[in-house]
């Protein structure tokens, strides 16, 4: 009942902006260039924004300009950028592996500055992919070769090195949040080589190498450092502008340094020189007897200025008129935005940007992108078997020291040991045999998102969903355990510390060794020992089945049929819980199998929860109903608080709920009479442990088809709402003492994103498994567009019913009046607004017993404010035109 932002199910955000920030990002360098140039002097300015994605230099997939004679040719541009690698990913066959525009227009090349990133992005490729796990590999390619490439259809983007990014901001004293323009380059006019005839100004991708440099120069003339000499740019820039300059302007004596080298060596490297070249190097002015030169100053110096040639000056150019500065400023803004969101999406990728919702990898071979594959570094997997005694960081660092109820367990036991380091196993040694169970630890790289994505395709209308593989050890070489023993990573208080994929595979691992190796005993249970200095998570060990608590340890005993079915689940909301369709064939899935098990009436309950007001009342009676109309045949329970009278509490029974009295909890962050200063009551559902499980439900949905088949899964399943959370719409729960005192004692501890218990809830229970959005369907159309509209009002009208129940989120049919959706005539309320779901729930509610009916009627307060409402939107105009619609529903004459 909470009101929250919905998520839009077509569409999920990190999808949104894979396909719209390659055009967007585009569209902004566009405008710098142009505009620059414009600035310049040396381009008319532009009349309209060309659109389509713009490869990283100005030479490829990009019509050029007309060169004249005097300009530098491509071969010079490309020559100054000989001996620096990037890297990149291919496979076997030495062809790209690239990454999919949506639309089809562009395919993108990633180019990585720094080894570790390639690899990076080479993990999610073998994540994702089997085909490419044992042919993947990170290959370099030179600057000049990339810079030479001509191929239709493909865009190349760079990923910059963070650190220079971090280097670049700082001498730019700009704020860091603010992100850095394109792959930042360090220059400073002291550093001139000249050799023989020729001269060389010298241009590096690390700031710790021109530092180098200046500390010679600085010695050398024994003067002061002359680190506040280096000036920062981006090499985007300057090959824009090489490409557009005439010789002897200066601009072709640039020249640029690989990382990790000095300037001598790479001048003598593509000289093939073996003789050590003449050369002089200049420093500052107490050099006075060594004549100066200079270079054309290509990139901007940080504050203090020091006096500047005319050049590519952005310093002269703000200084020179404030409605030009402007102009830049709002495109460097534009720019810096597109860059640092889409290199986050790059750095951490997701299985929803990457792969689920964009076109499969193509291919681009490197002989017919005219480039002959060098003979690379075959690079180590990322995702290399790390086993459970070789060196690793320590997550811990505490000594784990065996607990003292081991000793009841008695002598002669085989212990599984999981994630234990050599020092830790040896305590265990005289309890009896240890056996360290080898896995292969989890990428760094391998995110929450990646298995908790915003959306997925659930109707298979383009690809069938699919999780990452979380490595797991090979159970069929181990033989029965009497006992399970795991260390837990814990990053707390670490932001996100409760999203850790390394966290959740231990837990997985753990589960999975007990359920498969685990001794039982005559109860059907296992025994599990587990070290963390963080609870252990709730969803996979049961605070009911915690037998002892020392410490840092604790002892369960899981009751193994629950254990068993949780991890035979997806493990994430990456997969259906509930799969509506056989994965992979065009047919509805076979549902028996599940359905036998939640036949029998078992202590299991539909409920929902009324408090501090009765205006969901009338809501709560139609829920009722709509599930009686179901076939159900387990307890629908109602709590409520004193805020609903004895008049309503009558009428509530009448339409099949059983009451039961509560005291509500106050949400401790929630400001006096707010909305949400009570939503908290909510937790009171796990106090209803004369059921074994609980099926909640707000009061503003009605249930369309029978849900009885949600008892047979675990807590917390729950339909999508957005990014990696839970609606708390709809969700599985099962009562336990020990839980509700546990949600009590976290009250002031976990902030909610929402102020309310869905966002309370999701930080609690952080694993939890996706059910389809049918099951909990969201009246919204957050897309706002005519095929959204189209789609969902079908569904929502559809009879028999395609939807098991409708969440009728902004303002509830009861509360508008019958002849139309009220949600039309609110601006901000306009996305929850459809006439179809409306004149649904009127149906319902027509078909209701005419006693029930008297009690969603309107007020005299709700009849003035609706009709204000409408009086509004006729004055902003709305071009749907409700407000224009005749009121005829009687119970605006017949008031309550």
Request: charged share 25%.
């Amino acid at each position: 009942m909470e009101p929250s932002k919905p998520s839009n199910p077509l569409l999920s955000l990190s999808t949104f902006m894979h396909q719209h920030c390659l055009r967007l990002g585009a569209e902004f360098s566009t405008r710098l260039s142009d505009t620059t140039r414009f600035l310049a002097g040396s381009l008319p300015p532009p009349r309209r924004l060309v659109m389509g994605p713009s490869p990283p230099f100005a030479s490829v997939s990009q019509p050029k300009q007309t060169v004249t004679p005097a300009n530098l040719s491509l071969d010079h541009v490309a020559k100054a950028l000989a001996g620096t690698a990037v890297f990149t990913v291919s496979n076997s066959n030495n062809e790209f592996v690239l990454i999919s525009d949506p639309n089809g227009a562009k395919s993108i090349g990633l180019l990585c500055f720094r080894q570790e990133d390639a690899e990076a992005f080479l993990a999610q490729v073998r994540l994702r992919r089997r085909e490419l796990r044992s042919q993947a590999k990170v290959v370099p390619i030179t600057l000049d070769q990339v810079y030479l490439l001509k191929v239709e259809g493909i865009a190349f983007r760079f990923l910059p090195d963070p650190v220079q990014i971090k280097n670049a901001l700082e001498l730019k004293a700009a704020d860091v949040r603010s992100g850095f323009d394109g792959v930042p380059v360090f220059q400073s006019d002291l550093l001139v080589v000249k050799k023989k005839s020729k001269r060389y100004c010298p241009i590096y991708f690390q700031k710790e190498d021109i530092e180098k440099e200046l500390s010679k120069v600085s010695r050398a003339s024994r003067g002061p450092s002359l680190s506040q000499h280096i000036m920062v740019g981006s090499l985007e820039d300057v090959l824009k502008k090489m490409e557009i300059s005439e010789k002897n302007s200066g601009w072709e004596d640039l020249i640029f340094i690989p990382p990790g080298k000095s300037h001598s060596q790479h001048i003598q490297e593509i000289t093939k020189e073996v003789d050590r070249p003449t050369e002089r190097v200049v420093g500052g002015p107490a050099n006075s007897e060594i004549p100066k030169l200079t270079c054309l100053r290509i990139l901007k110096l940080p504050s203090p200025p020091l006096p500047m040639v005319e050049g590519l000056n952005l310093q002269n150019i703000i200084k020179a008129t404030p409605s030009k500065a402007l102009v830049i400023k709002i495109n460097l803004i534009f720019l810096a935005f597109f860059l640092v969101i889409y290199a986050s999406l790059l750095l951490r990728p997701s299985s929803s940007v990457y792969f689920e919702n964009a076109a499969s990898l193509v291919r681009c071979s490197l002989r017919e992108c005219h480039h002959k594959a060098e003979n690379g570094i075959k690079m180590k997997a990322i995702l290399e078997e790390t086993k459970v005694n070789a060196q690793r960081p320590r997550e811990n660092m505490t000594k784990v020291e065996v607990p003292s109820f081991v000793n009841e367990m008695g002598k002669g036991k085989k212990i599984g040991m999981v994630n234990m380091d050599e020092d830790d196993v040896s305590y265990w040694k005289a309890h009896g045999e240890t056996i360290p169970i080898h896995f292969e630890r989890v990428s760094e790289f391998f995110k929450w998102p990646d298995l908790f994505p915003e959306w997925i395709d659930e109707e298979e209308e383009s690809d069938v969903p699919s999780c990452p593989e979380i490595p797991m050890p090979d159970f069929k070489v181990y033989d029965s355990m009497d006992l399970i023993v795991a260390k837990l990573p814990c990053k707390y208080p670490e932001e996100g510390w409760n999203r850790e994929v390394f966290r959740l595979q231990v837990h997985l691992i753990a589960a999975n060794l007990a359920a498969r190796k685990g001794r039982r005993d005559r109860n059907w249970r296992t025994k599990v020992v587990l070290w963390s200095k963080c609870r252990p998570m709730l969803e996979m060990f049961r605070c009911d089945d915690l037998v002892k608590q020392e410490g840092d340890w604790w002892f369960y005993e899981p009751e193994m049929a629950k254990l068993e079915q949780k991890v035979s689940l997806p493990i994430g909301s990456c997969q259906l819980a509930l799969p509506l369709w056989t994965q992979g064939i065009n047919e509805v899935y076979d549902l028996s199998r599940i359905q036998r098990t939640t036949r029998s009436t078992k202590r299991e309950a539909y409920a929902t929860v009324l408090h501090s007001s009765e205006a969901y009342v009338c809501g709560a009676i139609a829920l009722a109903q709509s599930l009686l109309q179901t076939g159900t045949k387990r307890d629908l329970i109602l709590l409520l608080d004193s805020s609903i009278s004895e008049a309503k509490r009558n009428v509530l029974a009448a339409a099949g709920w059983k009451i039961r009295l509560i005291t509500r909890i106050r949400n401790p962050r929630a400001q006096n009479y707010s909305y949400n200063e009570y939503n908290y009551s909510k937790f009171r559902l796990w106090q209803l442990t004369d059921y074994d499980k609980i099926i909640f439900i707000d009061a503003d949905i009605i249930v369309l088809r029978n849900l009885d088949i949600l008892f047979h899964f675990p807590q917390m399943t729950a339909t999508g709402n957005d990014v990696w959370i839970f609606n708390s719409g709809i969700m599985v729960i099962e009562p336990s003492n020990c839980t509700f005192k546990i949600l009590m004692d976290r009250r002031k501890d976990i902030i909610s994103y929402n102020g309310g218990d869905q966002g309370f809830l999701n930080e609690v229970f952080v694993w939890w498994h996706r059910l389809p959005r049918r099951v909990n369907f969201l009246k919204n159309f957050w897309a706002n567009t005519t095929k959204e509209a189209g789609v969902k009002n079908e569904l929502f009208g559809a009879d028999p019913p395609k939807v098991y129940a409708i969440h009728y989120l902004g303002l509830k049919p009861w509360l508008c009046y019958r002849d139309y959706d009220c949600n039309w005539n609110i601006g901000n309320q306009r996305v929850y607004a459809s006439d179809v779901a409306h004149q649904r729930w009127w149906k319902f509610h027509d078909d209701m017993d005419e006693k029930l009916q008297k009690f969603c009627g309107l007020t005299k307060r709700r009849k003035t404010e609706l009709d204000w409402d409408r009086k509004m939107a006729r004055k902003s105009g709305f071009s749907d035109e409700h407000w224009k619609i005749n009121v005829t529903d009687p119970r605006r004459v017949h008031l309550i």
